[in-house]
């Protein structure tokens, strides 16, 4: 199961609620074990994950009638799953229906509400079960204002408190099938990055060499994240990978990354071509290691990400980038990309920017990117950033990563 079902039911009860509902991907995902790999072609094709504290949070979905097929497609923890709208489905007496199909008919003959849209559906379900008067988190960020004004209106002795930060705070700590996905998910991405390094050589594009990347990911059953990769001075910016053939003494800077089972990998760092590292390049990167090295003696339970930060940025600057700037050091990471907390000073974490990230103390479980990155105009950029996990102690990485900054090809 990925939803931590125990840190949820605390802070549930710290903030006085009876439901959570979810209706953001990654958090209707999250709530579920369903995986939201088929997009919604329509607009309003919203799924609401009903998750009741005095049903333990065993989740209701809700789902136009359409995507039925979806939640019975593969394994997930969805105790009732209830539709709306009209659908043309179609089956007689005389066929047999088995498997994901006999679900689907089972549920149009018994859940299924054709003549109400989604909002009428989620009102009628919380009246159903008694929380119709409850105080109830809602997941803001996954629907419109309309649909939360309306299904606001529709229970007004209900009281509704946004949830898409409380979700975010619940997701910061991993369970142990989280962490084994985003392990195994890791491991995708580094077989990539061994085979986009061994693809490294004078006269390669940026755009073969993420179509290397790209076939290896797609081969091992993951999905496409993030790419930026840049050769020469164009790796000290974020430029699409582009048709620049690389050159002798070119860096090459990658952060890359993958999605599998809905949950991230990312991780970075530099090469040069053909010829070894001169005296600024090799002056940069010592710095950046030292605000690497600076980070990790701070990873443990009770640190709060700002004190990592403030060390790490005036180790850089000791160590040789006196004018070394950056907005954070690295982010949480899960279900999403960038899940919460990030890694910066305590003055920008007191600014909502990504709710559910301010600068609290790292706990056992979190897992979280520590990325040291340089772009410079005109020179080029380079990397350092891995993956690591919060022990009792201290941390671990995720994989035994093994990278240094050296000449290829």
Not at 151 to 160: C, G, K, W
Not at 202 to 211: A, S
Not at 266 to 291: F, S
């Amino acid at each position: 199961m990925f939803m931590n079902r125990d840190r949820a039911l605390g802070l549930m009860k710290e903030h006085g609620l009876e439901a959570l509902i979810a209706t953001r991907p990654e958090n209707v995902t999250y709530a579920s074990d369903m995986e939201m790999d088929t997009p919604n072609v329509l607009a309003d094709s919203v799924y609401f994950v009903i998750l009741p504290k005095e049903e333990n949070l065993d989740p209701t979905l809700l789902v136009p009638t359409a995507w039925l097929s979806i939640p019975f497609d593969r394994p997930n923890r969805i105790k009732e799953v209830r539709s709306c709208g009209y659908f043309n489905y179609v089956f007689y007496p005389e066929t047999e229906v088995t498997g994901p199909e006999q679900k689907i008919q089972k549920t149009i003959q018994e859940n299924c509400y054709p003549d109400l849209d989604m909002v009428h559906l989620v009102v009628k379900t919380l009246r159903d079960k008694g929380l119709d008067r409850a105080k109830i988190g809602l997941d803001e960020r996954g629907i419109s204002p309309e649909i939360k004004f309306q299904i606001i209106q529709a229970l007004p002795r209900a009281e509704f408190v946004d949830a898409f930060g409380l979700f975010r705070t619940i997701r910061m700590v991993k369970t142990k099938d989280e962490i084994e996905m985003l392990r195994q998910a890791a491991t995708i991405n580094e077989g990539a990055i061994k085979h986009l390094i061994g693809s490294l050589k004078e006269g390669i594009t940026e755009i073969d060499l993420y179509r290397e990347f790209e076939r290896h990911i797609i081969q091992k059953g993951a999905e496409k994240g993030h790419y930026n990769n840049g050769g020469g001075t164009r790796s000290g910016a974020l430029f699409p990978p582009g048709n620049y053939a690389l050159k002798k003494g070119d860096l090459f800077r990658f952060d890359v990354g993958c999605q599998y089972h809905n949950y991230f990998a990312d991780t970075g760092g530099v090469y040069i071509i053909g010829q070894d590292p001169n005296e600024k390049q090799k002056r940069i990167y010592r710095a950046m290691e030292a605000g690497l090295e600076k980070a990790l003696s701070l990873f443990k339970p009770g640190v709060r990400p700002s004190r990592i930060f403030d060390a790490a940025m005036d180790a850089v600057k000791k160590s040789g980038i006196p004018d070394y700037r950056r907005h954070h050091l690295g982010h949480g990471i899960g279900i999403e990309l960038y899940d919460s907390p990030l890694i910066r000073s305590a003055q920008d974490a007191s600014v909502v920017q990504l709710a559910g990230a301010s600068d609290v103390p790292l706990e056992e479980n979190m897992t979280l990117n520590i990325e040291v990155p340089y772009y410079e105009l005109g020179f080029g950029g380079m990397q350092i950033e891995y993956t690591l996990v919060i022990t009792k102690n201290g941390f671990e990485f995720i994989l035994p990563y093994n990278r240094r900054f050296s000449r290829v090809a």
